[in-house]
Nanobody
């Protein structure tokens, strides 16, 4: 499975962005998926995850209420709608496919990763 993340960019604090993750194969539709992010000098951080049916989602406390994860299995795609962005959301965002039907907060539960898309929030 190959993953392509897109939609990153430069936005002012309080603004919005929508990230997309395109999977190369329908295989991903049977697996949970997730978003992680990394900033220089910090470890990879869990952002959000979604089950294969899209009926179960989990979020990091830092983004809860501001970010919404969704997926469209017919399009082999996953999305992350990011609203009320803050400067601390600045990071490279990665999408990933989980080993099971549900997403997880731990990066070790994912076995396929995209190349990342840069999100920069100016204050």
């Amino acid at each position: 499975v190959q993953l392509q993340a897109s939609g990153g960019g430069l936005v002012q604090a309080g603004g919005s962005l929508r990230l997309a993750c395109a999977a190369s194969k329908r295989t991903a539709s049977n697996n949970g998926m997730g978003w992680f992010r990394r900033t220089p000098g910090k470890e990879r951080e869990f952002v959000a995850a979604i089950s294969w049916r899209g009926d179960s989602t989990i979020y990091a406390d830092s983004v809860k209420g501001r970010f919404t994860i969704s997926r469209d299995n017919a399009k082999n795609a996953m999305y992350l709608q990011m609203n009320s962005l803050k400067s601390e959301d600045t990071a490279i965002y990665y999408c990933a496919v989980a080993r099971s039907s549900y997403g997880n907060r731990l990066a070790t539960y994912y076995n396929y990763w995209g190349q990342g898309t840069q999100v920069t929030v100016s204050s």
